[in-house]
């Protein structure tokens, strides 16, 4: 496929559409980013999901199509992209295209050929763009729609119209997306510094919850009844443990953390020292 770039204009969104984004599809594009060709600017690929009853995009899955770029022309690799997508609906025929996405800030012009090549093979698809190169100092994620704009007969422009987008993340995938949004990073934590970031982050967030506590009895905030139940639930659920209790509890977790890490280094050294006997074995 290729063609010259179009005219692309973004516009505030009002259309109702909107989209919600597994946190294991933003991991698989910026490792499909960092395992780009070295003369590829961006990688772009095809998003899988489906659309729910509410209209919103669900996207679960994605993989990368393999395409190159000029001044003036784009070109996909269509048979790979058919190829994959044949693989992925004998493993998960629910997962439908939904759209496709690329790295880098906002939408180009080159987007505009490819946009009309995915809405030949989905109706209304979306497209996801993530700022892996931190643009503005941050990873900046965000999805779009398009229409074109027509005067009689003549293409004008693709109009782009950004929409709501619900990243969905566990704790888990939370943690490695700070870590992803941060521009320099020295190491990735390990179990113990993650665990000493989660406490932290705990203690600030019941400083706050004692002080809107204080605030409501003091009469300086209007309760909220809804939040006086949360907050309650919250503390019903909590396990009854003495303090003696929990500080065994505690030390007992860290003590498996510390044997993991340690089985996980003795792992790696034999690992190593395996390497280095097959090198040794298969030069002699």
């Known amino acids: 496929m290729a063609a010259p770039e179009g005219t692309v204009l973004l516009f505030p969104s009002t259309s109702s559409a909107s989209a919600r984004v597994e946190a294991v599809v933003v991991f698989n594009i910026c490792d499909s980013y960092v395992r780009r060709p070295d003369q590829a600017e961006r990688v772009i690929g095809t998003l899988l999901g489906s659309v729910l009853p509410d209209g919103t995009v669900h996207v679960r899955n994605s993989y990368v199509v393999p395409h190159s770029e000029s001044a003036d022309q ?93 990243l969905r993340m566990l704790e888990a995938g939370k943690v490695g997306f700070d870590i992803l949004k941060s521009t320099i990073v020295e190491k990735l934590p390990n179990d113990l510094e993650g665990m000493e ?7 600030i967030l019941i400083d706050e919850i004692y002080k809107y506590v204080d605030d409501v009895v003091e009469g300086r905030v209007a309760p909220d009844n809804k939040i006086g139940r949360f907050i309650a639930d919250t503390v019903a659920s909590m396990p009854k443990l003495s303090p003696a209790a929990f500080d065994k509890l505690f030390n007992d977790r860290i003590q498996d953390n510390l044997a993991l890490v340690y089985l996980s280094s003795i792992t790696r050294t034999q690992i190593s020292i395996a390497e280095k006997l097959n090198t040794a074995a298969q030069i002699l």
Do not use: C
């Not at 759209?99 to 109706?123: K, P």
């Not at 970031?197 to 203690?203: A, N, P, T």
């Open 74 to 166: 784009v070109a996909l690799d269509i048979e790979y992209h058919h190829n994959m997508y044949a693989s992925h609906q004998k493993v998960n025929p629910k997962e439908v295209i939904v759209g496709w996405f690329s790295t880098g800030f906002g939408v180009s012009g080159g987007s505009t050929l490819i946009h009309d090549f995915y809405s030949r093979e989905v109706q209304s698809p979306i497209h996801l763009t993530v700022d892996t190169g931190f643009t503005r100092g941050d990873a900046s994620i965000k999805a779009y729609i398009s229409s074109n704009l027509s005067l009689g007969d003549r293409h004008l422009a693709a109009q782009f119209q950004e929409i709501p987008l619900d």
């Open 197 to 203: 970031s989660s406490m932290e982050k705990l203690y």
